[in-house]
């Protein structure tokens, strides 16, 4: 069963970082692309970083020179650093995973996304 397990989410102060990590298991990661999404309270979720197979990146503009999306094959993990972090990056965060045979695309909208994990929470407080 190929399954998403995310963590590193909790509290943290405005400008603080945080580190989330998405771990795959039952396949592996080299064979996705992988995309990290939030959900803030009363809001619909939206996509934040993406990255290719091939390590292409994206990001969405509010958090560009923020973040930083990267994975590393030998764990079979993918993570999201945080720095600099806002209040309005409170939100649930989740990964999303899509068995892609292109090395350098990545996807952005949720659409494109089969596997997805449960979600963590970041709390930014001012």
């Known amino acids: 069963q190929v399954q998403l397990v995310e963590s590193g989410g909790g509290l943290v102060q405005a400008g603080g970082s945080l580190r989330l990590s998405c771990a795959l298991s039952?396949?592996?990661?080299?064979?996705?692309?992988v995309g990290w999404f939030r959900q803030a309270p009363g809001k619909e979720r939206e996509s934040v970083a993406a990255?290719?197979?091939?390590?292409?990146?994206f990001y969405t503009d509010s958090v560009k020179g923020r973040f930083t999306i990267s994975r590393d094959t030998t764990k079979n993990t993918v993570y999201l650093q945080m720095d600099s972090l806002k209040p309005e990056d409170t939100a649930d965060y989740y990964c999303?995973?899509?068995?892609?045979?292109?090395?350098?695309?990545?996807?952005?909208?949720?659409?494109?996304?089969?596997?997805w994990g449960q979600g963590t929470q970041v709390t930014v407080s001012s």
């Open positions: 999303a995973a899509k068995s892609t045979s292109f090395l350098n695309t990545y996807y952005v909208q949720q659409r494109h996304y089969t596997i």
């Open positions: 990255i290719s197979r091939g390590r292409s990146t």
């Open positions: 039952g396949r592996t990661f080299n064979e996705f692309a």
